[in-house]
C-alpha cells in the first residue's frame, strides 16, 4: 500500500548519539522504509542555513548506517547568501555527499544553479525560507528544484493544495514551531550571516537572531501537527517532520 514518506529532523542531534537510537527516542512511530532522508549538520560549512551552526550531527558513522537503510543525507545549505569563492571552497564537501539519493536543501538560486550543474545526483530542494506560497512561484520554482517546500501555514490551506499541480514534487510540514505564525522571520537572514564564521561574538545579539515576536506581536501557538491523513487524501506524499523542543515554541 503506498504511505507517505518522511524526511526528518536530525537538528541538535548530538554528534555521538547514533542515529537509530536517536530514531527510536524520537521518532519510532515512522518505519525505516519510510524515511527519505535526515536533514541535519555535517562538517562545517558557511552555506548552512535555517539554524546556527553549533557542532555536527550527523557523524560518518551515522551516514553510513543510513546509507545501509537506504536512508538519504539532506543537505541544509539554505544560507540566503553565496559568493562563486564560498562554493568553489565546499567542493569537497559537496563531492563526498554527491550521490543518487543525497538532497540539498537551498535558498539562494544562484546557488542551486551551480550545483545543478556541477552536481547533477543531487535531488534540489527549494527551502521553506523562499517562501512559495502561489501557483505562479511554484511553477517557476518547478524550472529549478526537483522539489519545493511550502510554508507551513500551508499545510491547512486545503483548498489551495487541492488545485496544485504535481504534487508529489511538492514537500509539505507535518508539522510546525513559531514559523507558523511569524510574518517577518528576520532570523533567516541573521542565522545566514552568522554562519559565515565571521562574525564577532560580541556583535551577534546586534544581528537581532532572537524571536520577533517583541515587535511583530502575535499568539503563540507552540508545536502545531497537521492532518496527514487528509493531506495524503489530498495526493501529498512527502512531509518533512520536525522534533519538538520540550516546553518550547519552535521544533528542531
Given amino acids: 500500500m503506498h504511505e507517505p514518506i518522511y524526511t526528518i529532523s536530525a537538528r541538535a542531534k ?4 547514533p542515529v537509530m537510537a536517536f530514531l527510536k527516542e524520537n521518532f519510532d512511530g515512522v518505519s525505516l522504509d519510510r524515511i527519505d532522508s535526515l ?3 555535517v562538517e562545517r560549512c558557511t552555506l548552512y542555513g535555517g539554524r546556527t551552526f553549533e557542532s555536527r550531527e550527523l557523524s560518518e558513522a551515522d551516514v553510513q548506517v543510513m546509507y545501509e537503510h537506504s536512508i538519504g543525507v539532506r543537505l541544509p545549505l539554505s544560507n540566503s ?3 562563486m569563492d564560498e562554493y568553489k571552497q565546499h567542493h569537497g564537501l559537496l563531492e563526498k555527499y554527491h550521490r543518487a539519493g543525497n538532497s540539498i536543501i537551498l535558498t539562494d538560486n544562484t546557488l542551486a544553479t551551480w550545483i545543478r550543474r556541477d552536481y547533477p545526483l543531487y535531488n534540489l530542494e527549494a527551502s521553506v525560507i523562499k517562501n512559495i506560497d502561489t501557483y505562479e512561484k511554484i511553477n517557476k520554482a518547478f524550472d529549478l528544484y526537483d522539489t519545493v517546500v511550502l510554508p507551513m501555514r500551508l499545510s491547512i490551506e486545503y483548498d489551495f493544495l487541492d488545485k496544485l499541480t504535481q504534487k508529489p514534487r511538492i ?8 514559523a507558523f505564525n511569524c510574518p517577518s522571520k528576520t532570523c533567516y537572514p541573521a542565522i545566514s550571516r552568522i554562519n559565515k564564521f565571521n562574525t564577532p561574538i560580541d556583535e551577534v545579539g546586534n544581528l537581532k537572531i532572537g524571536c520577533s515576536i517583541t515587535t511583530v506581536p502575535r499568539e503563540i501557538l507552540g508545536i502545531q501537527d497537521f492532518d496527514i491523513g487528509k493531506l495524503f487524501d489530498l495526493g501529498f506524499e512527502r512531509f518533512k517532520l520536525l522534533r519538538p523542543i520540550p516546553g518550547g515554541i519552535k521544533g528542531f
Fill in 14 to 17: 548530538p554528534e555521538n548519539k
Fill in 39 to 41: 536533514f541535519g549538520f
Fill in 81 to 83: 547568501f553565496a559568493s
Fill in 171 to 178: 514537500t509539505l510540514f507535518a508539522n510546525a514551531g513559531c
